[in-house]
């Protein structure tokens, strides 16, 4: 079993910067798929960015050039860096992840965190 935690959100005015932060833990394969998602109040949740083992990333169009996924493996956790943040990025924010061999990315994620949220003002 995979558990995944988030931190990191919180409030801030357009223009400013947040990073988030997961937490992995439990069994982990070396072949994975990890991403960041999100959900604003009356919206279906939407894949912000993907990150697979081999170090592709795929982030939706709405996000280029503002946000930024990275990992640390040796702390087993990935980040979010998330700057000039528009009051529509206001949202859950949720870590996912899929672990196997093959494993498709993006694609059907495995585990996923409660979540951490994120809210811009203008």
């Known amino acids: 079993q995979v558990q995944l935690v988030e931190s990191g959100g919180g409030s801030v005015q357009a223009g400013g910067s947040l990073r988030l932060s997961c937490a992995a833990s439990g069994y982990t394969y070396s072949s994975y798929c990890m991403g960041w998602f999100r959900q604003a109040p009356g919206k279906e949740r939407e894949g912000v960015v993907y990150?697979?083992?081999?170090?592709?990333?795929r982030y939706a169009d709405s996000v280029k050039g503002r946000f930024t996924i990275s990992q640390d493996n040796a702390k087993n956790t990935l980040y979010l860096q998330m700057n000039s943040l528009k009051p529509e990025d206001t949202a859950m924010y949720y870590c996912a992840a899929a672990y196997g061999f093959p494993v498709k990315c993006p694609g059907g994620m495995q585990y996923w965190g409660k979540g951490t949220l994120v809210t811009i003002s203008s």
């Open positions: 990150i697979g083992s081999d170090g592709i990333t």
